[in-house]
């Protein structure tokens, strides 16, 4: 049984930088992940986990010494020298990260879907990752544009709950999303208000693509500009609007809702 007593020790080193820098995790290809709930998902999903670090309370379903190619039990201090979390869970690990890029073609899911939910700028990575998780949930595949928040962030991993090992996650520029959607035959539709906004219950979403923008500024004029119509969740007139993370999520409920 490995045992490492050093805050300084490279594997240590290495793994605070994958918390904190983004630039790191794309340069290694690896991200960081803070919690025994998350390595039971990633151990479940057979994702590719490189190293683990835990303390000896940890609580694991199983003994993680052999499991993966390598861990190491660390004190109570050192844990907390490396994990991002303000009251760390015991548990952190590294993973190699998924190949974002979309495929040449869009194709059907296992159930014949061919749902999308776009995320133009949303730039808090908790939103992200509930964003994710409901899509997930609801049967359709996110992809995301440029100026959101990184997928790999702790936070956004945090917030996913095991998302990224069991989903499909796209990331594209514009003009290969809509390229890949134009080839599918698949329509955009934007959550925005213009002279063609339709109530969401009226619009047919069985088989479509739909732009969810930042929580500030809503949908860039370019995204828009793309967009064959724009659709709007009907609400009380006391509320102005709803967060990115929760106007996703009723639109995604409303999709799926012929499915469930």
Request: glycine share 6%; with cysteine.
């Amino acid at each position: 049984m490995e045992v490492i007593t050093s805050k300084s020790n490279s594997l240590c080193v290495h793994l605070r930088k994958l918390a904190s820098s983004r630039s790191y995790r794309e340069e290694t290809g690896e991200f960081l992940c803070d919690s025994p709930k998350l390595l039971e998902e990633a151990e479940q999903w057979a994702a590719p986990v490189t190293a683990v670090l835990y303390t000896e309370g940890a609580s694991l379903p199983w003994d993680p010494e052999g499991r993966f190619p390598r861990a190491a039990r660390v004190s109570e201090a050192v844990m907390r020298s490396v994990s991002p979390m303000e009251t760390p869970q015991g548990v952190v690990f590294s993973c190699r990260s998924p190949d974002y890029a979309p495929p040449e073609r869009l194709e059907p899911d296992a159930q014949g879907r061919m749902r999308y939910l776009v995320l133009d700028g949303v730039q808090d990575p908790g939103n992200v990752g509930t964003i994710l998780r409901t899509a997930d949930a609801f049967g359709a595949t996110v992809i995301l544009l440029p100026g959101c928040a990184d997928l790999n962030n702790p936070k956004t991993l945090r917030a996913g709950m095991g998302v990224h090992f069991r989903s499909v996650i796209y990331r594209c520029a514009l003009e290969e999303l809509t390229a890949r959607l134009k080839e599918a035959d698949l329509p955009l539709y934007g959550a925005a208000l213009r002279e063609d906004t339709a109530d969401v219950r009226a619009v047919d979403l069985r088989r479509c693509a739909m732009a969810v923008g930042s929580e500030g500024r809503g949908l860039s004029a370019a995204v828009l500009a793309e967009c064959d119509r724009t659709i709007r969740i009907p609400m009380d007139r006391t509320c102005e609007s709803l967060n990115a993370a929760s106007a996703a999520s009723v639109l995604l409920w409303e999709a799926a809702r012929g499915d469930l």
